[in-house]
């Protein structure tokens, strides 16, 4: 345990600070703070609770990507959210009270359309380990000239900055017995990321619709002026083979993926088949499921994570 000493030192060292906004919520808690990263820069965190119940071992924490998207249409870029907040109230009126913590960290796309947002949140989320498995050319030279920029290593500020800092914040002890990682698209990428390179650490990882497809290069130039991408194979190729290798370091971890089959989600079939297929092969515990009609968006993905957060309680 840290003593108020240390835990003053750590948090003036992160130039922590509350925000004065608030952000809307129909139930539970939430503080907003913004947390000066040495590696990606400041960057919102809102940490939420949805019971008053004290921390202990009981407890599981979730580190959620794209945090703006999690609590507050009004505060997001399409005015859609996951809706964390309802579906617990939901729950709690089912009698489900998980004991459990939301970390949302902001994504580095603030507009959600602007093209260099959108590149800045693209290159933060994707693996850079995957890179290596890239065959010599363009793409790879592309990823390598910009990924492995300091600051898009999210990973380590996930893994260095913001895990002790929450070790500190609800004194505690974080591992793969209590912290887990979710994410929608690029964010659940990093998700799988994170359990792959960090076994010891994060116990489960929720991937909703991942975008295992990458984009294009073309793609990319003309993004702005284009509804649907067709993803670049060598992307998916180095993926799927990044995984592969991967695997072994996990046993005992929860995997849980999902897509739709409408829009951007359709693209996604055949890589998450491949994935899936390299996990049947293992002893990963894992759930792979497909919804009929279902889009790339933050409506669906809420609605999933509820039915996961239920059966996430009946096995704790």
Known sequence: MYSKLVKSIFIISCGLSLYSHSVDITF???????????????REISLYQPHSIEINSQTRFIIFQD???LFDASRSWNKQEWRLDETFLELNNENIRPNMVIIGVNSANKSGKEFFDNTNRYLEYFPKQAVEYMDAG???????RMANKPRYQYLDFVVKELIPFLEIRYDTTLNRQNLGIMGASMGALAALNAILEYPDLFGFAGCFS?????IKPLEYLTLMFRKNIKGDQKTIDALVEYVRDMIPNLDSHQLYFDRGTAGLDKSYRDPQIRID???EKSSIDFESLVFEGEDHQE???AKRFKAWLVKMQERM
């Open 28 to 42: 539970g808690s939430i503080e907003v703070i913004e947390f000066n990263s040495d590696v990606i820069g400041a």
């Open 67 to 69: 945090g703006q998207m």
């Open 138 to 144: 363009f793409v790879r030279f592309g990823y390598n």
């Open 210 to 214: 991942t975008h295992w497809v990458g």
């Open 277 to 279: 297929s390299i996990l």
């Open 299 to 301: 409506k669906f993905w």
